[in-house]
């Protein structure tokens, strides 16, 4: 035990390191404080019915009405308990206060990494901390992006596991690589999951091409086989996640358009989303250089740093408020939310932080690329580069475009500038590949140092170049200046003159930010100069120098972080409820007791917020991936005007408006809502979505269902009867199991005010299942034979239920091979002992 202790005591005190400073970060956990996370608390109200149903009837519905008048739960949250990643992710971030779980697993995951690539700890606790610390990763703490910051920290510890394996550690490397990636796909954010699994695909091109030209293919091939075998076993492990998914995916605003192109709807023809959609949020070509100075474009949108007395925007301003430093922070908060005219002056809609790398290591990343010999340099230069165009979206279309065109399923992602977060492993990889290239020896010493000048020179003097010259390389101004500073004419009352003043005011200000920071990198790519010219000339000792290097690294990210993620941003947990308080409003429709009604708020920005849904099931709410057709129905029912007779078709019994005079909330109960089922009178039938969706443009729901053609064959219109002497209800509720009474003289059709999805939903009529199909666009509706029965619909997708038993088989094997890895590996390192 002693020995083992002595082997592994330096890693047990950077892992201690790593949790103290981790702690000391996020020291507001101590005492029970968490981050303030606006998409938690949505999350929590999108969750609302699951978790309501879950406490009292100890299962988790798959089914929620809760929002977009009913929607699969596969993305909001179901419990995949046959899936072993489950507890594993449950470990992370359950076990530890949020979000120190996640930061740990970024640190370690990182270390591992490092360690396997045969880098002095201390050096890789430098290269963990720079990844780790990487100013994104805070960002989407800070804004509550928690599965996407859950599945970077998986990025690494992936990585380290394949090469482990491709070095001939095959039971080994390949039970972990399962493991890892088993877990990656379970955080269950396909968009991390699919950029690392691009990035791994250029890997395999460049250890393909190595291996053929050294003539090694043969053990590469058995290397990749283990590999396969690993990349088996976690789709195996997550069958369930990602069959449902899948299936849920083609039916999504991801998938194919039902409309033709020649509608007036935003969808494309094709399968995916538009690429003015997916290329919203594009980073711009030159704030590329935020990598090596972090606010060099004014970081996160907002007001923050123009709200300052001594700013020049706020003198400008001041002149018209009197000095009055009240009534001047509310012009400019003014200016900034109707004019845009903030701090951040880049191209994306808006943003809540950028990437910065840190200077430290962009200096020690260029510096890698004049002298790492590792081949892995043309797999992180040929990854960082592709990987950089492609976040350029519509600034670069030429690249862009071909990916969004043809290669597989990457139109169904928006955000392109996120693949950034994998430069940001790449970035700090090759930079501390160059500083173990210096240990190794293998470099003469003239040629490092002037390597190293060459590298400072190009990072520190184009720093220094900014902070001098700011506007040689830099407008500071946003595309749509003149536009802003017309539309500020005009506020002003024509006043031409303060008008430009105040908009000059606001670029100083932006080059003052700029100014400050570019000083600010100069300074610390000195400090990484000195401490890696001090090592390569052994003024300093390796341990002292990796030492100060793992400190200066840190400090640097730790500072820039601060502005993004700090104490301010935590407080004492809140759930949804808490931080939702009903109005009287809502206290009124909760005490109706029908089981199953919807609500439109018209308060609110209905479609994107999900507020209403901690109280109500709406028609509205907020998630990335509605059902298509709901989409269409919201873009061609509700965008330009409300429709009174989809509201009805939807059971929208409640409307609440709000009082533009004193802002008092009403409620108004809508009369002709068409309730849980109904009996229709006629079928009118449509020979495809677009008289579908123009047939309901106008139509009496209770009377006719507008039924497309495709589904004649499931209607006899010669046994139907008007159903006016019948009656239909809902006799008992639960999110994914409905059951109606009905009684009928004749045959009838009946139109149910649930949403339509055939992949799951099956109706039983006596027990007995029976065919139904689609009406009204997105209802679901039957024709129901004579007589007295119960009728049911239960929803039980085949996706979810087969693909745990999948994921239970998965989980088993991965346990045993995770035992033979971990035996194999002991019995080489006892054979290596022998010998």
């Not at 790398?357 to 510096?367: E, S």
């Not at 008008?499 to 570019?518: M, P, T, W």
């Amino acid at each position: 035990m002693n020995n083992w202790f002595n082997k592994n005591g330096i890693h047990l005190a950077i892992i201690a390191f790593f949790v103290v400073i981790t702690f000391a970060y996020f020291s507001p956990v101590l005492v029970g404080k968490a981050p303030a996370q606006s998409d938690v608390i949505q999350s929590q109200a999108m969750q609302k019915e699951i978790m309501d149903f879950k406490e009292k009837d100890g299962k988790a519905p798959l089914w929620t009405n809760q929002m977009f008048g009913g929607m699969p739960a596969y993305q909001i949250w179901v419990p995949y308990a046959y899936n072993g990643a489950t507890y594993g992710i449950a470990l992370i971030t359950k076990a530890l206060p949020n979000p120190t779980g996640t930061v740990l697993l970024l640190l370690l995951g990182a270390y591992f990494l490092f360690i396997v690539l045969k880098v002095n700890p201390w050096l890789a606790a430098a290269g963990a901390i720079a990844f780790t610390f990487t100013m994104y990763n805070f960002v989407l703490i800070a804004s509550g992006h928690s599965s996407k910051a859950l599945a970077i920290g998986f990025f690494a510890p992936i990585i380290a596991s394949i090469l482990l394996t491709l070095r001939g550690r095959y039971w080994y490397g390949a039970s972990l690589t399962a493991l890892f990636l088993a877990l990656e796909i379970r955080t269950n954010h396909v968009q991390m999951t699919y950029y690392l699994m691009l990035a791994i695909f250029i890997f395999v091109i460049v250890e393909f091409y190595q291996a053929f030209k050294s003539k090694t293919v043969s053990n590469l091939l058995k290397s990749f086989a283990f590999l396969a075998f690993s990349v088996a076993i976690a789709i195996m492990i997550n069958a369930s996640l990602l069959w449902s998914t899948a299936e849920y995916a083609k039916e999504t605003n991801r998938g194919k358009s039902n409309l033709t192109a020649t509608e007036s709807s935003p969808a494309e023809k094709g399968a995916g989303m538009s690429k003015e959609y997916a290329y919203q949020w594009s980073q711009g070509v030159g704030e590329s250089f935020t990598f090596l100075i972090p606010d060099l474009y004014g970081g996160a949108s907002g007001i923050d740093k123009l709200v300052k007395p001594e700013g020049n925007m706020y003198k400008a301003v001041s002149e018209i408020t009197g000095g009055d430093p009240t009534q001047t922070a509310q012009a400019i908060q003014q200016l900034g939310s109707q004019l845009n005219m903030q701090q951040y002056w880049g191209e994306k809609p808006f943003t809540q932080g950028g990437y910065y790398f840190g200077a430290i290591i962009c200096f020690l990343f260029v510096f890698g690329l004049f002298i790492v010999r590792s081949q892995l340099k043309w797999w992180i230069l040929a990854t960082t580069v592709l990987f950089i165009l492609l976040s350029f979206g519509r600034h670069f279309p030429l690249v862009s475009d071909l990916f969004f065109d043809y290669f597989p399923l990457y139109n169904k992602f928006r955000a392109v500038e996120s693949i950034l977060a994998v430069v940001g492993l790449m970035v700090p990889i090759l930079a501390i590949l160059a500083i173990k290239e210096i240990q190794d020896g293998n470099v003469d010493q003239k040629v490092l140092i002037k390597k190293l000048t060459w590298s400072a020179g190009i990072t520190g003097g184009f720093a220094l170049i900014v902070a001098i010259v700011p506007t040689l390389f830099f407008s500071f101004k946003a595309s749509n200046h003149l536009q802003i500073v017309q539309a500020l004419t005009q506020t002003l009352q024509n006043n031409a003159s303060i008008a430009q003043k105040i908009a000059n005011g606001l670029v100083e200000d932006r080059i003052a930010i700029g100014r400050a920071d570019a000083l600010r990198s100069f300074f610390f790519v000195v400090i990484g100069f000195g401490i890696v010219w001090a090592f390569i000339t052994k003024k300093l000792n390796a341990q002292l120098a990796l030492g100060l290097l793992a400190l200066a690294v840190l400090v640097d990210m730790w500072q820039v972080d601060r502005r993004y993620l700090n104490n301010q941003n935590f407080e004492y947990k809140k759930t949804a409820s808490d931080f939702f308080k009903p109005r009287d409003v809502d206290n009124f429709i909760m005490a109706d007791k029908d089981p199953n009604f919807r609500v439109f708020d018209a308060t609110i920005n209905t479609f994107s917020d999900a507020s209403t849904s901690n109280f109500h099931k709406t028609i509205g709410g907020y998630h990335a991936a509605k059902l298509k057709r709901f989409d269409e129905l919201i873009q061609h029912q509700f965008t330009k005007s409300v429709n009174q007779d989809v509201l009805d078709m939807l059971n929208t019994k409640y409307i609440i408006t709000q009082d533009q005079q004193n802002g008092s909330y009403k409620m108004q109960r809508n009369a002709t809502a068409a309730g849980n089922a109904w009996f229709v009178q006629s079928v009118q039938f449509a020979k495809n979505a677009d008289e579908e969706m123009k047939a309901i443009s106008s139509f009496d729901a209770k009377k006719e269902a507008i039924v497309d053609e495709s589904f004649k064959n499931s209607i006899d219109t010669k046994r139907l009867g008007t159903g006016q002497e019948g009656f239909i209800k809902l006799t008992n509720y639960n999110p994914d199991h409905l059951t109606y009474e009905y009684s009928t003289a004749k045959d009838v059709i009946a139109v149910f005010s649930e949403i339509y999805y055939d992949k799951g939903w099956k109706m039983y009529i006596d027990g007995v299942e029976k065919p139904y199909f689609r009406a009204d666009y997105v209802l679901r509706a039957a024709q129901l034979e004579a007589g007295n029965h119960k009728l049911e619909f239960i929803f039980h997708p085949t996706s979810y239920y087969t693909g745990e038993k999948i994921s239970l088989a998965g989980s088993i094997l991965l346990l045993a091979g995770l035992g033979f890895g971990f035996y194999s590996e002991e019995k080489k390192k006892k054979k290596a002992v022998k010998a």
